[in-house]
């Protein structure tokens, strides 16, 4: 049973940071791709980094610059550290896990989700 378990959102304000976490077990974490998703209140879903097994990253104009992506194979865990945190960042943030020969975008579609984790950035 594969599961992908996020952490660390919180209420913070603009201008401040979170570094959120994403725990991954029944899983053979060396994936292809690894990568984070967020969902706005009232919008669909948008991938906004990604990380493959040799560390390439690509990232969403949106975050870039801002958020950075990265992972601990030892441990499992996927990572994004967020800086510079605007409102318009305010989402419930997900991992995703992708098994895939493809390269590893960040808007690929995930085979396996976490449960998400709040962040709200308020003014």
């Known amino acids: 049973q594969v599961q992908l378990v996020e952490s660390g959102g919180d209420s913070v304000q603009a201008g401040g940071a979170l570094r959120l976490s994403c725990a991954a077990s029944?899983?053979?974490?060396?994936?292809?791709?690894m990568a984070w998703f967020r969902q706005a209140p009232g919008k669909g879903r948008e991938g906004i980094a990604s990380i493959d097994s040799f560390g390439r990253t690509t990232y969403a104009d949106s975050v870039k610059g801002r958020f950075t992506i990265s992972q601990d194979n030892a441990k499992k865990t996927l990572y994004l550290q967020m800086n510079s945190l605007k409102p318009e960042d305010t989402a419930v943030y997900y991992c995703?896990?992708?098994?895939?020969?493809?390269?590893?975008?960040?808007?690929?579609?995930?085979?396996?989700w976490g449960q998400g984790t709040q962040v709200t950035v308020s003014s």
């Open positions: 995703g896990a992708e098994n895939s020969e493809r390269y590893c975008y960040y808007y690929n579609a995930p085979d396996y």
């Open positions: 029944g899983y053979t974490y060396s994936s292809d791709c």
